[in-house]
């Protein structure tokens, strides 16, 4: 078991029961990243048959800080061939996860050691990919937590992992992943959300304390609009990359799609017994996720705290537009609406890149018989235009890099932040670039997974 100070150990039970966490300075080396089966109590005393690292899931929060080594140890005691991909952090191509491309595929019963370097400070995430349409939701996945060499100073810096589940009333998780019908609509949706794998859960927060939410969304097509009950907090953060002073807020919801992240600042101003709700508000009813309580008779400090908080850039290269090379991105097939089971028939990819069927992305080899989207000179500057003529929303996700939206054809103006994974919504068309400066072959797929395994992903190598 590794080590959890005193504090985590404090964070982890009187805050979120369920989620351990495993601290840089704790961190056993050679730590075992598990993936194994096991059960977990998902719906009350109902136990689950999930897939997890760490006997949990979500996974530990894996704790490291900006340009320092990191190293895990994947040890795979599942059934089937899989990897470790870490979400959003500009590594070396070799330490990517992606079975056939990066790396080969880690077999049932095989290890495999990560290392590298996180360049950049933030809140990423960690999940397999391979199978990942069914190693994802059935419990494969983790928030990855990377420091800034002096953090600002809050009270609370709590971690939240937002999924959904698919469960009958009784607590078994629905077969069918891959389903042709996931497939060609809007992936495989859940009916229950959790957060830390607690439905609902209450988190104790004290008057006037400062408090960094770091929300991921983790799930497998589930898009997120989130807001918080009564107030608005800051955002520090997006994707893990800081957010410059000039930024502006998120409007009237945050917006998460599938491999999102957000940090924000909240300071607590209630009353004793106030509650705050994490509202999901996207489709439909208002969601509650999760709630703050305000339930201890101390109070953190005399008053809320009014200095600013403000975090250093990292080191992203901004791309310049005028000189970038530019390429395209148009996305066609799927469903026509959600009564439409035409793409139900056949095998072959439901979705295509350019007019062709991408890639099929199951795992195993791919790239040699697919060819990349563009091949990019080192440091050369792309400028690449999304345009999604689907009846779907797709979470678009770039591999080892970071990119600005630079042009969106709806005339709203680009939100002023770094982005790993771009939301399109039906009928869009979006600019983004980015300096291609990450040497390797690196995918770029739709986050919902079942898209990405029928044909919604390809790749692209900087030289
Ligand atoms: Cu979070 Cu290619 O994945
Ligand atoms: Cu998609």
């Not at 009014?306 to 530019?326: C, E, R």
């Amino acid at each position: 078991m590794p080590k959890l100070s005193r504090r985590q150990v404090l964070a982890g039970t009187a805050a979120i029961g369920l989620l351990p966490r495993v601290g840089n300075a704790a961190l056993p080396t050679p730590f075992v990243l598990r993936a194994a089966p096991a059960t977990q109590g998902i719906l009350g005393g109902n136990r689950t048959d999930v897939w997890a690292f760490n006997g949990i899931a979500p996974g530990p929060v894996l704790r490291t800080r900006q340009g320092q080594p990191f190293a895990a140890s994947f040890a795979n005691n599942l059934a089937h061939s899989s990897t470790v991909h870490w979400h959003g952090i500009r590594l070396v191509n070799a330490m990517d996860g992606v079975g056939g491309m990066t790396q080969a595929p880690v077999p049932a019963g095989g290890a495999f050691d990560y290392a590298f370097t996180p360049p950049d400070a933030g809140t990423y995430w960690y999940h397999p990919h391979e199978m990942s349409y069914e190693q994802v939701p059935r419990g494969l996945f983790g928030a990855l937590i990377v420091e800034e060499p002096n953090p600002p100073q809050v009270d609370q810096d709590l971690v939240l992992v937002i999924n959904d589940w698919r469960l009958s009333a009784d607590g078994v998780m629905a077969g069918s992943f891959g389903s042709r019908h996931d497939q060609a609509h809007a992936g495989r949706l859940g009916n229950v959300i959790t957060v830390n794998g607690e439905i609902n859960p209450v988190i104790p927060v004290k008057r006037f304390e400062r408090v960094r939410l770091r929300l991921i969304n983790c799930s497998t097509a589930r898009i997120l609009e989130l807001r918080l009950d009564g107030t608005q907090p800051k955002l520090i953060a997006y994707d893990g990359q800081p957010l410059a002073p000039t930024s502006g807020g998120y409007g009237a919801a945050l917006l998460l799609g599938p491999g999102n992240r957000a940090d924000l600042i909240l300071d607590l101003t209630g009353e004793r017994g106030a509650s705050q709700a994490l509202v999901d508000m996207r489709g439909g009813e208002p969601r509650v996720l999760a709630r703050l309580v305000l339930d201890s008779a101390e109070q953190a400090r005399d008053g809320a705290l009014a200095a600013p908080i403000q975090l250093a850039a990292n080191p992203v290269p901004m791309p310049g537009i005028d000189k970038a090379t530019s390429h395209e991105l148009l996305m066609t097939g799927g469903a026509a609406d959600e009564r439409d089971m035409s793409a139900l028939m056949g095998t072959g990819p439901i979705w295509n890149f350019n007019g062709k069927p991408g890639m099929m992305h199951h795992g195993g080899a791919m790239v040699s018989d697919h060819p990349p989207l563009f091949r990019a000179t080192r440091a050369e500057t792309i400028a690449l235009t999304l345009e999604n003529r689907t009846a779907w929303p797709h979470a678009m996700h770039l591999h080892g890099h970071h990119f600005r939206l630079v042009r969106r054809a709806d005339g709203k103006p680009p939100q002023p932040w770094w982005w790993d994974t771009y939301l399109m919504e039906p009928g869009e068309t979006a600019t983004i670039a980015f300096v291609a400066d990450n040497p390797g072959r690196w995918m770029i797929h739709c986050h919902m997974l079942d898209h990405q395994a029928a044909g919604m992903a390809t790749w692209f190598e900087v030289a």
